[in-house]
């Protein structure tokens, strides 16, 4: 198949692939160089998220960038480098959220999305006569990302087992930060060079290139072609469902759509240059009238997504939705109706509507902010809390189930995803950083879950002014963690080993693993005691907030500088802790 990359990893053709794509590799190496790095940080700098984030998009948008200056004949070291100011404004001008896996990897996943489209249709922007080339170029450039994650898995897979048998055969501890690097270093570095690597440079030849019509025909035919058809009948007596019973859809139906849509746009993709041609006549069929087929789903679609929106406002994962849904049905209208239709706006259009709507007033951390504030203040001024842009503290809580419930959810979802920031007009500038218990204690209105039963919160801390004693332990360390986040990881000095330590959710348990040896060091007693004692808002002796653990040849000394935790129905569950370590492993 002659459209299909050969792999080609000459000296030459390295020497060659690094002068195309200097940036993108340098962000690749730059981002396996600090991902190994930061793994051995502790505590975990603030803002390596952020330079991650900006690096591992860099590897696509400047290789994008590249092949866009190559096929315009531009200066592709100017045009790459242009790249470093648009890469600051998509990724540096949006401050983290503090939601990282929510709001954050939304925001940056569209980012990414769009680069890697930018790859695929760089070299085609301008070239809309080139319909063989683009999508000879487009088969050669996933094959050659199939090629990359495939060589990078089984090295990575292989060199793993090769560690494990060293350390089984020969008695020999090694740290497995060793795998944890190999991984960064074959997923990251060598899957990047090998997928540049396979990227076609003679577009002349791409355009001469017939595409395997018989592959394509086996594959639409044995493993498309049933798979939409059952989707197609799933969703027409769905749609037939809803005309009966008047019963309009919510929710799980957009899941259907999308997947019936998406694929059958790939098989689109991949059928595309048979479009003017005497072909198979179920192939000629779908051709002319699958965009069609996909209009009235995703008018269902979009009502789903309305019937969530209008009682709950707009958010980051429905305004994505929505987004999406767009596009297909741009994709739809536009190759439905227009005979002369191009392949390329496909990736074409991912890269606009990603790149613009991933910042700006219309950005989804923007418009999700704008309407549930909105929703917020409206139920605020009917409940006489909000008069005239000022907070109104209620003397006595006489809030209704439903408008509570609605103040709740509005005041959580502001401060998780957008911390406090939209508050300032009310609070000032401690708006930011500010507590959901905080906002509603402002609001006259005590904390509460909805959802849950009481909960009692604690929050213990030390004056840190006494001088602690490390006698008789040969380790000190920081630990700062809290639940849910990552484990903290520690080489400790003369190869004595590896130690990990994680606050363990749902429980009242730190766990230290040293040297796959697993210590649980109970916090319980500490947590009654302080209870008992009652001084929540004093500061307290380092020695009245520690405790000691001795198990076998493991034994430690916590001193916490704070440890916070909650009581719900008398079951306890920690939730974070900043503590000074002292440990001795004999």
Same mark, same amino acid.
């Given at each position: 198949m002659a459209f299909l990359p050969t792999p080609n990893f000459s000296l030459s053709h390295l020497a060659s692939t690094v002068a195309r794509f200097p940036l993108a590799l340098l962000s690749?190496?730059?981002?396996?160089?600090?991902?190994?790095?930061?793994?051995?940080?502790?505590?975990?700098?603030?803002?390596?998220?952020?330079?991650?984030?900006?690096?591992?998009?860099?590897?696509?948008?400047?290789?994008?960038?590249?092949?866009?200056? $190559?096929?315009?004949?531009?200066?592709?070291?100017?045009?790459?480098?242009?790249?470093?100011?648009?890469?600051?404004?998509?990724?540096?001008?949006?401050?983290?959220?503090?939601?990282?896996?929510?709001?954050?990897?939304?925001?940056?996943?569209?980012?990414?999305?769009?680069?890697?489209?930018?790859?695929?249709?760089?070299?085609?922007?301008?070239?809309?006569?080139?319909?063989?080339?683009?999508?000879?170029?487009?088969?050669?450039?996933?094959?050659?990302?199939?090629?990359?994650?495939?060589?990078?898995?089984?090295?990575?897979?292989?060199?793993?087992?090769?560690?494990?048998?060293?350390?089984?055969?020969?008695?020999?501890?090694?740290?497995?930060t060793w795998t944890q690097d190999f991984g960064y270093f074959f997923c990251i570095l060598l899957a990047s060079l090998v997928f540049y690597m396979g990227i076609p440079t003679d577009y002349k030849d791409l355009q001469k290139q017939a595409p395997a019509e018989k592959m394509m025909r086996s594959f639409v035919l044995y493993i498309s072609f049933p798979l939409l058809l059952t989707y197609f009948?799933?969703?027409?007596?769905?749609?037939?469902?809803?005309?009966?019973?008047?019963?309009?859809? $919510?929710?799980?139906?957009?899941?259907?759509?999308?997947?019936?849509?998406?694929?059958?746009?790939?098989?689109?993709?991949?059928l595309f240059l048979l479009r003017n041609e005497k072909v198979n006549k179920l192939i000629g069929r779908f051709l002319q009238v699958f965009p069609w087929t996909t209009i009235p789903f995703l008018l269902v679609y979009f009502v789903a997504f309305w019937k969530r929106i209008e009682p709950y406002g707009l958010t980051e994962e429905r305004y994505l939705g929505v987004l999406l849904g767009l596009v297909l049905l741009g994709?739809?209208?536009?190759?439905?109706?227009?005979?002369?239709?191009?392949?390329?706006?496909?990736?074409?259009?991912?890269?606009?509507?990603g790149l613009l709507c991933s910042v700006g007033p219309w950005s989804p951390r923007a418009l999700s902010e704008w309407s549930q504030m909105s929703r917020?203040?409206?139920?605020?001024?009917?409940?006489?809390?909000?008069?005239?842009?000022?907070?109104?503290?209620?003397?006595?809580?006489t809030l209704s189930d439903e408008d509570g419930d609605e103040i709740f959810s509005k005041v959580?979802?502001?401060?998780?995803?957008?911390?406090?920031?939209?508050?300032?007009?009310?609070?000032?500038?401690?708006?930011?950083?500010?507590?959901?218990?905080?906002?509603?204690?402002?609001?006259?209105l005590e904390h509460y879950d909805p959802y849950e039963g009481p909960t009692d919160y604690f929050d213990f801390g030390t004056d840190g002014d006494e001088v602690l004693t490390a006698a008789g332990y040969d380790y000190a360390l920081q630990y700062i963690g809290?639940?849910?986040?990552?484990?903290?990881?520690?080489?400790?000095?003369?190869?004595?080993?590896?130690?990990?330590?994680?606050?363990? $959710?749902?429980?009242?348990?730190?766990?230290?693993?040293?040297?796959?040896?697993?210590?649980?060091?109970?916090?319980?007693?500490?947590?009654?005691?302080?209870?008992?004692?009652?001084?929540?808002?004093?500061?307290?002796?380092?020695?009245?907030?520690?405790?000691?653990f001795e198990e076998g040849r493991f034994k430690v000394k916590i001193y916490f500088n704070s440890i916070n935790w909650s009581r719900m129905d008398d079951v306890l569950q920690s939730t974070a802790v900043d503590c000074e370590v002292f440990l001795s492993v004999k």
């Open positions: 690749s190496a730059l981002c396996t160089g600090l991902l190994i790095g930061a793994s051995r940080m502790n505590p975990y700098p603030e803002n390596v998220d952020q330079a991650l984030s900006s690096l591992f998009i860099g590897i696509l948008l400047f290789g994008g960038l590249a092949l866009l200056a $190559e096929r315009l004949r531009l200066r592709s070291w100017l045009i790459q480098l242009m790249g470093i100011p648009l890469l600051y404004l998509l990724v540096y001008s949006v401050e983290p959220s503090g939601y990282w896996v929510d709001l954050d990897m939304l925001h940056l996943g569209m980012i990414f999305v769009a680069s890697l489209a930018l790859v695929f249709v760089g070299p085609y922007v301008r070239n809309n006569k080139e319909e063989q080339g683009f999508w000879n170029y487009s088969i050669a450039t996933l094959s050659s990302a199939l090629i990359a994650i495939a060589t990078a898995l089984i090295l990575w897979l292989g060199f793993s087992l090769a560690i494990f048998s060293i350390q089984e055969l020969f008695n020999v501890t090694m740290s497995y009948l799933i969703l027409s007596v769905y749609v037939v469902k809803i005309l009966a019973t008047q019963d309009w859809p $919510e929710g799980f139906v957009a899941m259907p759509v999308l997947l019936f849509t998406l694929l059958g746009y790939g098989t689109y993709a991949l994709w739809s209208l536009y190759y439905a109706t227009q005979k002369k239709a191009s392949l390329r706006w496909i990736p074409l259009s991912v890269v606009i509507v917020l203040e409206s139920v605020l001024t009917r409940t006489g809390i909000l008069v005239e842009g000022e907070i109104v503290p209620l003397a006595e809580n959580e979802y502001l401060v998780n995803h957008h911390d406090g920031d939209a508050f300032s007009a009310w609070f000032g500038e401690g708006a930011k950083g500010m507590s959901s218990e905080d906002v509603l204690r402002k609001m006259g809290y639940v849910g986040s990552f484990n903290g990881l520690y080489e400790l000095p003369n190869g004595a080993g590896t130690l990990t330590i994680d606050l363990l $959710e749902y429980s009242q348990i730190m766990q230290f693993e040293f040297n796959d040896q697993v210590y649980e060091v109970p916090l319980t007693d500490l947590m009654t005691r302080l209870e008992a004692e009652g001084r929540v808002d004093s500061l307290l002796p380092r020695e009245d907030l520690s405790l000691t």
